[in-house]
DNA sequence: TTATCATATAACTATATGGTTATGCAAAAG
DNA sequence: CTTTTGCATAACCATATAGTTATATGATAA
């Protein structure tokens, strides 16, 4: 995965509000009135972290009647665990800073 | 894991010159005046971004000379792989919010 | 000792982020 | 049709973040 995608995606996740509706979305599908009390904080507030979750790709919405109905998209979950472990080859940069002779060499290490 | 410290963690990592660092730091320990000529950013700039890492615990400092090389803590990156599998349990706040009449019942779905 | 190199920290600045209130719109209820 | 409910968006504000330059410190070189 691109890194800037992978930067963006784990932005989206380090907030503890939206790790815990993505941990609650582990349990049950949730909309958006029944975030608001547990997290004590505005409806506004509720939809604009769902709304950056959707964007990133955690979440999908689904209306219900006058609900707006979030799901958990897991595989994407899953995506950002294999990408911390498959982090993109960097060996492109340090054979450019050999080259430059940028690369520190320390004797008798 | 706290969900408070994985989202910190996860923090320390959404960040696109941090995320290659960790990569560069995959290959090979790296000192400070190594990263700076790849990201073309200041080296105070380095500096921070290392020291955040460290805080954060996916990286050790270890002084060799005048040079301060950085390393990898793989077992930290590890830790943040298994946190985004095994989520906190939030049944309790879904519970409560039941209790509470809360939770919308969609009807006919 | 003095000068230089590598690094860390302090002070500052611009932008990003996470919250608020106000408001508009769609769906359900009266 | 009118009112109410649920949600999204806009505008705004305070704090966090990521960069800068200036400077202090520790280790090496002269």
Redesign the pocket.
């Known amino acids: 995965m691109d890194i800037e995608k992978l930067a ?1 995606m784990l ?1 989206a996740l ?5 790790l815990k509706m993505v941990a609650m979305l582990h349990h049950r599908d949730c ?6 009390p547990v ?14 979750l ?1 964007t990133a790709g955690f979440v999908k ?1 689904s ?8 799901s958990l998209r897991r595989e994407t979950l899953e995506q950002v665990g294999l990408g911390l472990m498959q982090l993109p080859d960097m060996s492109e940069e340090l054979n450019k800073l050999e080259q430059q002779g940028l690369l ?1 060499n320390v004797c008798c290490e």
């Open positions: 963006d932005k380090a907030d503890p509000t939206r909309c958006v009135c029944e975030f608001v997290f004590k904080i505005s409806q506004p507030a509720v939809s604009k972290h769902l709304s950056r959707k919405e209306r219900k009647g006058q609900w707006v109905f979030y520190v």
